[in-house]
């Protein structure tokens, strides 16, 4: 046997028996990885349906329209959808590429008050080849909406970015399209981490008010690894071409079944259910932390992830996520508003309930595991 299917068995064996709360991971079907292990794998198909750079493209071509429709349904939108991108941050670049020279000015939420890398990190490419400007959070860690209409008078962006990595409370869409009116700006949302908030109908919708949205399939969505781009149909031709060939070469056809077989498992009934609970048992976690006397950034949550606050505890969120991983716990350590750590220590920790409600974990199952990972806070302190 191939020395790889011994290393898939362990990390099998992980999965199955490791308590895993962090916010950006899932489980997805067994339906999900028979269409990623799939012979589509093979495929060359370069273009888009109808329009490809080879031969043989009868079936991936019904495929790649199948999923594009029904991935339209998930979220009862007409917006023009791109199934191709690799990833969430393919998918950023290729809206990204579509509105945007080098050099725009883009204005996003900062990355230690819960944006993500590719919103204009000097370490991503986003940062290089654009010029990011930034919004912030409040003192209690809500976003602030004031900032953001002064920042974008102030820096006149092409483009305004909603979504975050690490944000815990509703997105207020409406006021991020009149601030981009009121500038001239395109909106655009990127929704990977609530995009099955989003289409379980338990946060408000961005179709409508944003002009590109783009998100992961692999998080809350509980699919395949990848990306997706929806756009009004305006912008379809642009953000097709940033995608293949602006960005992309040939399509992973396996990854696009995946992503079909995603969707249709996010329009059953069974997955309004699961997100429901998804949300229900992250309240009740987080409310068991503030119990015990823990500082929650925001002092709690409307999604399925929370901040756990360490700075007043003494210990960082580097500390606590290893220790935790020492007792089966899986989260990471992530920075807070007004972080006075670096980005490789923090003083928080970021915990989701998508992965384990996913495993069928109640909200008693979550609170008992606040009381586990509030022990091995207590026993970092007590080693200081
Ligand atoms: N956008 C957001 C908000 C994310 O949180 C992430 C990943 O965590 C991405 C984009 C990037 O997705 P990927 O890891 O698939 O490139």
Redesign the pocket.
């Given at each position: 046997m191939s020395k790889v299917f011994e290393i898939i068995a362990k990390e099998e064996k992980r999965q199955r028996e490791n308590i895993e709360l962090i916010a950006?991971e899932n489980f997805c079907s067994e339906n999900v990885q028979k269409a990623v292990g799939s012979c589509l794998t093979n495929k060359y198909s370069e273009g888009y349906p109808g329009k490809r750079y080879y031969g043989g493209c009868v079936h991936v071509d019904e495929l790649e329209d199948y999923c594009k429709e029904t991935w339209q349904k998930v979220f009862k939108t007409d917006y023009h959808v791109n199934v191709q991108p690799h990833?969430?941050?393919?998918?950023?670049f290729g809206a990204y590429l579509a509105v945007l020279k080098p050099g725009d000015t883009v204005l996003s939420l900062e990355l230690n008050n819960g944006g993500?890398l590719?919103?204009g990190s000097p370490v991503n490419l986003s940062g290089k080849i654009f010029n990011f400007v930034f919004y912030g959070v409040d003192e209690k860690g809500y976003i602030d909406y004031n900032d953001l209409r002064e920042k974008a008078l102030k820096y006149k962006p092409q483009l305004i970015l909603a979504?975050?990595?690490a944000y815990p409370r509703i997105i207020d869409f409406k006021k991020f399209r009149e601030v981009a009116d009121e500038v001239g700006a395109y909106f655009m949302v990127?929704m990977?981490?609530i995009a099955g908030l989003i289409a379980a109908g338990v946060h408000p919708s961005p179709f409508g008010l944003a002009d590109l949205i783009?998100t992961?399939t692999?998080?809350t969505l509980r699919g395949t690894?990848?990306?997706l781009i929806f756009c009004k149909q305006e912008l379809a031709k642009k953000v097709d071409s940033a995608i293949f060939p602006g960005t992309q070469g040939g399509p992973l056809q396996h990854v696009i079944a995946g992503k079909a077989v995603t969707a249709e498992e996010a329009l059953q009934p069974e997955y309004k259910t699961y997100i429901e609970n998804v949300v229900k048992n992250c309240k009740a976690m987080c409310d068991e932390f503030i119990k015990m006397g823990y500082r929650v950034v925001t002092g709690g949550t409307d999604n399925h992830l929370f901040l756990l606050d360490l700075t007043d505890k003494g210990v960082s969120g580097k500390q606590v996520q290893e220790a935790c991983d020492e007792v089966g716990i899986t989260l990471n350590k992530n920075c807070v508003p007004n972080e006075t750590r670096s980005p490789m220590q923090t003083s928080g920790v970021r915990i989701g309930t998508a992965a384990m409600t996913t495993k069928g974990f109640t909200a008693a199952q979550f609170i008992d595991t606040a009381h586990k990972i509030d022990e091995v806070i207590k026993k970092l302190q007590a080693n200081l």
């Amino acid at each position: 046997m191939s020395k790889v299917f011994e290393i898939i068995a362990k990390e099998e064996k992980r999965q199955r028996e490791n308590i895993e709360l962090i916010a950006s991971e899932n489980f997805c079907s067994e339906n999900v990885q028979k269409a990623v292990g799939s012979c589509l794998t093979n495929k060359y198909s370069e273009g888009y349906p109808g329009k490809r750079y080879y031969g043989g493209c009868v079936h991936v071509d019904e495929l790649e329209d199948y999923c594009k429709e029904t991935w339209q349904k998930v979220f009862k939108t007409d917006y023009h959808v791109n199934v191709q991108p690799h990833s969430g941050s393919g998918a950023n670049f290729g809206a990204y590429l579509a509105v945007l020279k080098p050099g725009d000015t883009v204005l996003s939420l900062e990355l230690n008050n819960g944006g993500h890398l590719t919103h204009g990190s000097p370490v991503n490419l986003s940062g290089k080849i654009f010029n990011f400007v930034f919004y912030g959070v409040d003192e209690k860690g809500y976003i602030d909406y004031n900032d953001l209409r002064e920042k974008a008078l102030k820096y006149k962006p092409q483009l305004i970015l909603a979504g975050a990595s690490a944000y815990p409370r509703i997105i207020d869409f409406k006021k991020f399209r009149e601030v981009a009116d009121e500038v001239g700006a395109y909106f655009m949302v990127d929704m990977a981490h609530i995009a099955g908030l989003i289409a379980a109908g338990v946060h408000p919708s961005p179709f409508g008010l944003a002009d590109l949205i783009t998100t992961t399939t692999h998080k809350t969505l509980r699919g395949t690894r990848g990306g997706l781009i929806f756009c009004k149909q305006e912008l379809a031709k642009k953000v097709d071409s940033a995608i293949f060939p602006g960005t992309q070469g040939g399509p992973l056809q396996h990854v696009i079944a995946g992503k079909a077989v995603t969707a249709e498992e996010a329009l059953q009934p069974e997955y309004k259910t699961y997100i429901e609970n998804v949300v229900k048992n992250c309240k009740a976690m987080c409310d068991e932390f503030i119990k015990m006397g823990y500082r929650v950034v925001t002092g709690g949550t409307d999604n399925h992830l929370f901040l756990l606050d360490l700075t007043d505890k003494g210990v960082s969120g580097k500390q606590v996520q290893e220790a935790c991983d020492e007792v089966g716990i899986t989260l990471n350590k992530n920075c807070v508003p007004n972080e006075t750590r670096s980005p490789m220590q923090t003083s928080g920790v970021r915990i989701g309930t998508a992965a384990m409600t996913t495993k069928g974990f109640t909200a008693a199952q979550f609170i008992d595991t606040a009381h586990k990972i509030d022990e091995v806070i207590k026993k970092l302190q007590a080693n200081l």
